[in-house]
């Protein structure tokens, strides 16, 4: 019997990499860009820290557009990742931007719209909800902030996924019929293994949140 700690997401289609994720069911450590491009022909992922400059010198600078060096008065916001995956009907953990200089009040914009049940605080930047529709693939959206000493935008891919939420540390076998997109165990929880069995017998590509905590697992799933 091996005890495992486990928290987050795993990407599951038939079966699809792991990615672990914190409380709130967005937060990833690697892209599943490529992942899903195979089910979706999406995999291009930038991997940074969801950053952008703009020159508010009027020379052209900054990183976050062409041209040439930064300017010594640069207005940044980011997120601390570009990339999320989250639950269809699951609240996310609201994703805040932080601003590497005071800038004082700030608004913020969002094209194209966030997917469906997502929505952008104006005055904060945060974005938060819980997705209602199925997005795969990735959906860009560009976060544009304006201050009183300029502009800065962020790209944040998004990516709403079908799946399930374990509920039970123990390992407890599928119970029912796979592939009626219901994950259910022997002990009427859902566990790791039930999820992944369920997960496995869908098509396309599938969310299993894990909360934090010690997972027994008595043998290969």
């Not at 999406?42 to 020379?59: H, K, N, R, V």
């Not at 060096?69 to 609201?94: C, E, H, K």
């Not at 997960?199 to 043998?219: E, K, N, W």
């Amino acid at each position: 019997m091996q005890q495992t700690p486990l928290s987050g997401v795993l990407l599951v289609s038939v079966i699809l990499g792991g990615c672990p994720a914190r409380s709130g069911f967005n937060d990833v450590t690697h892209d599943p860009g490529d992942q899903l491009s195979s089910q979706t022909g999406d995999g291009d992922s930038s991997g940074g820290d969801g950053s952008g400059d703009i020159d508010t010198a009027g020379d052209g600078g900054g990183d976050g557009v062409p041209g040439g060096g930064d300017s010594a008065q640069t207005f940044r916001f980011q997120y601390d990742r570009t990339w999320i995956v989250l639950l269809r009907n699951a609240a996310m953990l609201p994703l805040t931007p932080e601003n590497t200089q005071n800038a004082g009040s700030t608004s913020y914009q969002v094209a194209p719209p966030l997917p469906a049940g997502l929505s952008l605080n104006p005055t904060t930047g945060a974005i938060s909800g819980t997705p209602s529709a199925l997005q795969a693939p990735f959906s860009t959206h560009t976060i544009t902030a304006t201050a009183s000493i300029g502009s800065s935008v962020a790209q944040l891919r998004i990516a709403v996924l079908g799946g399930f939420i374990v509920d039970t540390t123990s390992d407890v076998p599928p119970a029912g019929v796979l592939g009626d997109g219901i994950c259910s165990s022997t002990s009427s929880s859902c566990s790791i293994r039930a999820a992944v069995a369920e997960a496995a017998a869908l098509t396309g590509p599938q969310a299993i949140m894990v909360p934090s905590g010690s997972y027994l697992i008595d043998s290969v799933i």
